[in-house]
């Protein structure tokens, strides 16, 4: 029987001893890999409702992130259910917090928040998603990359898990992503090295020859953030730059940083959206746990229906201007309700 487990800080996971990660210890710290790969889709797919044009390559380049994040969460959730768990997504919905820091205590002191594209929303995605080498500093604490790393070791590690159930798994097609039913620790061993390579957890320069050419998060971001393409500097590989070709500034919506979890006393016109997008919201979630738990197909493409419809309510919100707030106007809330 699939059982549930709550996200622990991945701090707390290391510091569990190798011989002791069993099979509890990877369904734990699948769970917490989920909540934060959940928890960076709200204040990314707010800066790319914001860009009125989503032609613009700004645009294009977040959505890009968007479909690698969700690709990031299969697999999780694939990994989940081979081991014979149940994805808790509702229940990592719930414990998001904006402005706040993310699940897992992932990057101790970032505050991430909801608001607009702009170079200081742009800065803290690259904060995000920083990678593990060259750049990341952390002296001492456990990285995304490391945790990632304990998790493909506890698989290789675990005598007799009960691999691999492949009978909850899903598949889908998102953007250049192929989301497949992993039946081998080394079909295990490559979807983790996907998440590291295309996101935070990443050890390959800008120039390495094995990303072909992409990008990971942290570089795409700071082009955006830095209004300029990188540029590599004379042989070295550890020499780079935001110098290359100008990047250009998307005319967005002025949604500004969200204060608080949830609008205080909002209008009457926002409210209205605000209980829409925050209904389907929850309702994505609920369709998104229920493909894992039971092996529903179905809910899976109901799933990405709703968040589609997402848009709409958000990019109304984007256009309702706060009492008082000069230009400034409302956003989503993202709240399981």
């Known amino acids: 029987m699939a059982t549930t487990v709550e996200p622990t800080s991945i701090a707390e996971l290391l510091d569990v001893p190798p011989e002791h990660r069993g099979l509890e210890w990877i369904r734990n710290s699948l769970q917490t890999a989920l909540a934060v790969e959940l928890s960076?889709?709200?204040p990314y797919l707010c800066a790319y409702w914001s860009i009125k044009n989503p032609d613009e390559e700004a645009a294009q380049t977040i959505k890009s992130i968007i479909f690698d994040e969700m690709f990031h969460m299969g697999l999780v959730c694939n990994m989940i259910a081979a081991v014979g768990g149940d994805p808790q997504i509702l229940k990592a919905g719930r414990s998001l917090?904006?402005?706040?820091?993310?699940?897992?205590?992932?990057?101790p002191g970032l505050e991430v928040y909801l608001s607009r594209l702009d170079q200081d929303s742009a800065k803290m995605f690259m904060a995000i998603e920083k990678p593990e080498h060259p750049l990341a500093e952390f002296d001492g604490v456990a990285t995304i990359g490391k945790f990632y790393d304990g998790i493909r070791d506890a698989f290789r590690a675990v005598p007799n898990v009960p691999l691999m159930d492949t009978s909850r798994q899903m598949t889908w097609d998102v953007g250049d992503n192929k989301l497949k039913v992993l039946e081998s620790i080394?079909?295990?061993?490559r979807a983790i090295d996907i998440i590291k390579e295309q996101g935070e957890g990443t050890d390959k320069m800008p120039n390495d020859p094995h990303i072909a050419g992409e990008l990971a998060h942290y570089y795409k971001f700071g082009e955006i953030a830095h209004r300029a393409r990188i540029k590599?500097?004379?042989?070295?590989?550890?020499?780079?730059?935001?110098?290359?070709?100008?990047?250009?500034?998307?005319d967005t919506y002025f949604m500004a940083k969200m204060p608080t979890r949830s609008?205080?006393?909002?209008?009457?016109?926002?409210?209205?959206?605000?209980?829409?997008?925050?209904?389907?919201?929850?309702?994505?979630?609920?369709l998104l746990e229920k493909a894992w738990k039971d092996g529903d197909g179905a809910a899976l493409g109901k799933s990405f229906e709703a968040m589609k419809e997402l848009r709409d309510d958000a990019v109304e919100l984007m256009q309702i201007k706060?009492?008082?707030e000069g230009i400034a106007t409302y956003g989503p809330e993202f709240l399981v309700v």
Not at 232 to 250: A, H, M, T
């Open 40 to 42: 960076t889709l709200p």
């Open 186 to 189: 080394k079909d295990i061993e």
């Open 322 to 324: 706060r009492p008082d």
């Open 97 to 107: 917090n904006y402005p706040g820091e993310l699940p897992g205590n992932v990057r």
């Open 263 to 286: 609008w205080v006393n909002p209008v009457p016109k926002a409210d209205k959206h605000l209980k829409s997008f925050n209904k389907t919201y929850t309702e994505m979630l609920r």
């Open 232 to 250: 590599l500097v004379k042989r070295d590989p550890d020499e780079w730059k935001f110098k290359g070709g100008y990047v250009k500034d998307p």
